[in-house]
């Protein structure tokens, strides 16, 4: 595995790693809270024997940079981020993006941007929907049902606005019980606490949601802890015009406990749209 820095738009570094044949299309891993880029390292060594395979720290995680603000982690910059990433590791070719839980929110931020339009070949969305596009959701009528189950899932969203009381909750471990999926760096957990609250409410009041086409597939855990089903596979619908969604057996941290899996539908999509 080969590191690099990539410096982003705000003077950040952000740690890259890549593996597989360099000469091959380039598939681009995106972590979510409160994991660093390690989470992927199972479904990236499945794809690195086919694939040019891109991993890297969100901001605030792993070896990468920590904003001094807030402001800092705004899905806009992590869109930047990303640009800046894929500028480094695939200049003139897109890239196929597969993403989960935060990386899936943020990377809805790139997909839906019509200037990325042409760098992005395919996106599979793992346990993360849009925030404008779940907002929008959320305030549909005739699946009340869902929607109360699924607030019930989102209680944590709510908790993590309030000052002091998340970084009490990862200082005690109380958070790494509640979350599970192995232990965490709390730096990692603190910083991450940012990205709720620079981004929840703003698309709670204006969720704004934009249309893509570029081709995405929902992979939708059945027995995700935060992310319901319906909202994962339905939020999307009037907004992308390529979209397919599958569900598939796991909880929320299926990228990690069934790489092999994970890694298939990846494959397979990308072979379907045909993009390399």
Known sequence: MNERLVETTDGLRL????????????????????DNHSVWDG???????????VSYDV????????????????????SEDFTA????????????VAAHDWGSIQTWESVTAPALSSRIASYTSISGPDLGMATAWLRERGHTGSTLRQL???????????????????RSGLLSRFVGGGPRPV???????????????????RPEPRP??????????RDDAYVTVPLQTEAPRAYASSLVT???????????????????????????????
């Open 15 to 34: 740690a890259v790693y890549e593996q597989g044949p360099a000469d091959a299309g380039t598939v681009v891993l995106i972590h979510g809270y409160p």
């Open 43 to 53: 479904v990236a060594e499945v794809l690195a024997e086919r694939f040019h395979v």
């Open 59 to 78: 901001r605030g995680t792993g070896e990468s940079g920590v904003p001094d603000s807030t402001a800092g982690y705004r899905l806009a910059q992590l």
């Open 85 to 96: 990433v894929i500028d480094a590791v695939s200049p003139e070719a897109p890239v196929h």
């Open 152 to 170: 019930a899932h989102s209680w944590y969203v709510f908790a993590f606005q309030l000052p002091l009381l998340p970084e009490a909750m990862v």
């Open 187 to 205: 730096k990692d957990q603190v910083n991450g606490v940012e990205l709720y609250r620079a981004n929840f409410l703003g698309k709670l009041v």
């Open 212 to 221: 893509t086409d570029v081709p995405v597939q929902v992979l939708a855990p």
């Open 246 to 276: 599958r569900v598939i057996e796991g909880g929320h941290w299926v990228v990690a406990t069934e790489p092999e899996q994970v890694a298939g539908e990846i494959a397979a999509f990308i072979e379907k749209v045909g993009v390399l």
